[in-house]
């Protein structure tokens, strides 16, 4: 197919995800024709850097090597199989790594094939736990501008008014505590007693707070400081609620450590992982727990307390194999000790654009960069400029309103960095 007829039959068959399709009357698609490294391709050989690893999943490249040869060699051994009485080596040695990667007394893993069904297996086992220990706790807790998803359940948690707002008559109850309002420690107190607050009024009603550990994605990139993940901990064990640290985002090195929960020393009850795990190749996600939750379904069977959720492509072969060679990788190339040198390098490069007069702040956690533009209203979708700029001169960039960031793949260098950043600077400058 050429470039031409590629778009025309898009438009014809497709709806696009997270798009009003009216726009692409004025704004053409952009078909890829294939991908290498941190490059997307285009059929005019235009290449452009991923600056948001293809809505952040990407980790070590398009195309990369090594993870291409685990996914062929899986191929031709064992593509799927049902994981209800059965089981498969790529699993059970994923699953073995992922309990020895992740905070300590997490001992078992849920799969699951997306970010928002983890997101609902995490909710529905926390219910489920205290139910079999005879509480009726149903309610969830969730910070404000979070955001964990979009199916029913994971919508309802979440508090981005712009997926949420509609949908809101259908939602399952769910109440809002505010996130730090940036990343001082102060800021991290105040939220914390916040909470407490909250639970001294209402916990014997609540299941859980779900969280996005140091930074909101979907939320503008809103980061706060990591006391507040030991604060409310804390006050988690207190109360008896447990506390879901979804990570579908963060996980993986985003935040400069391999978990975000790591960063400060929290061991939550529930760990939820996608994106990243399987190097953003294929659809994967899972729910890690304690033996203590898992306790409290593990029964004889007429007890009817086991937790029925099943999903046809949980814990897929080929998807298990690209999270192994994913894990291979972090292992063989010391990733998160030379992610350490890629941040620093950004984070010089970032504090220039304080200079912009249009920019009200930067902020930084690890692998993310962000920057807040100020002085404009949401009809002028600066964004949309930013990322048209971004295109016209060789780098995908996709603003969240007036936040402009940068979360490229891992194996970015220096001169990719230099493209990248320079590029936005650029594009705001110009606005
Ligand atoms: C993307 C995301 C999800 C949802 O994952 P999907 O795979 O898109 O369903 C949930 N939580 C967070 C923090 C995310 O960033």
Known sequence: MTNFELKSRDLDVLW?????????ETLPLIPIKKAHGVYLEDFDGNSYIDAISSWWVNLFGHTN???NSKIKEQLDTLEHVILAGFTHEQ????SERLVKLSPDGLKKCFYADNGSSAVEIALKMSFHAHKNSGKKKSVFVSLTNSYH???????????VKLYKDTYEPLLIQ???????KDMSLEAAKIAADQFEELCSKRADEISAIILEPLVQGAGSMHMYHKEFLVLVHKICNRYDIHLIADEVMVGFGRTGEMFACHSANITPDFLVLSKGLTGGYLPLSVVL????????????????????????????????????ATLDLFERDNVIEKNRVTTKYMSEKLSKFKELKNVASVRQTGMICAVELKGYRPEDRIGLKVYQYGLDNGVLLRPLGDVVYFMPPYIITKD??????????????LL
Do not use: W
């Not at 696009?16 to 692409?24: A, E, I, L, S, V």
């Not at 990719?416 to 400058?429: H, L, R, S, V």
């Open 289 to 324: 727990t304690t033996n203590e939750i898992y306790a409290k379904f593990y029964c004889d069977y007429n007890e009817h307390k086991a937790f029925l959720h099943s999903h046809s492509y949980t814990g897929n072969a080929l998807a298990c194999a690209a999270a192994n």
């Open 416 to 429: 990719e960095c230099d493209k990248m950043m320079d590029t936005a600077y650029e594009a705001i400058k």
């Open 65 to 67: 090597g090594y993870i």
């Open 16 to 24: 696009h995800p997270c798009t009003q399709m009216k726009d692409h």
């Open 174 to 180: 769910s109440i809002q505590t505010p996130v730090p």
């Open 91 to 94: 699993a059970v040695r994923l």
């Open 149 to 159: 998803g979009e199916t029913i359940g994971a919508l309802s948690v979440g508090d």
